[in-house]
Nanobody, 123 residues
Framework: QVQLVESGGGLVQAGGSLRLSCTAS????????MGWFRQAPGKEREFVAG????????LYADSVKGRFTISRVNANDTVYLQMNSLKPEDSAVYYC????????????????WGQGTQVTVSS
């Protein structure tokens, strides 16, 4: 079975930085895209960033371009989300997810999901 475990969430001040990690285990050989989503209270879950496991192609939401960076370490089956210049509106539960095929922003196309990690940015 596939399992995803996120870590790195916490409380930071506006303008600060945080790095999230997502480690995959199990039968993930056909899942070649890893993505980050977030969901704030009262809002729908939204796509943040995605990366191809091989090749390294990336896709970012407009709201995080220039501030967030997604990367991967293949040997550890781990994907990172480096978040800089954090804003209060970035506060949300951040989820890691994986899918087959190309990078897509639609959450319904992602097959496996982690439990999420809370990110809170104070003013």
């Amino acid at each position: 079975q596939v399992q995803l475990v996120e870590s790195g969430g916490g409380l930071v001040q506006a303008g600060g930085s945080l790095r999230l990690s997502c480690t995959a285990s199990g039968r993930t050989f056909s899942m070649n895209v890893m993505g980050w989503f977030r969901q704030a209270p009262g809002k729908e879950r939204e796509f943040v960033a995605g990366i191809m496991w091989s090749g390294g192609n990336t896709l970012y939401a407009d709201s995080v371009k220039g501030r967030f960076t997604i990367s991967r370490v293949n040997a550890n089956d781990t994907v990172y989300l480096q978040m800089n210049s954090l804003k209060p509106e970035d506060s949300a539960v951040y989820y890691c997810a994986i899918k087959q095929g190309a990078i897509m922003a639609s959450e319904r196309l992602y097959e496996y999901w982690g439990q999420g990690t809370q990110v809170t940015v104070s003013s």
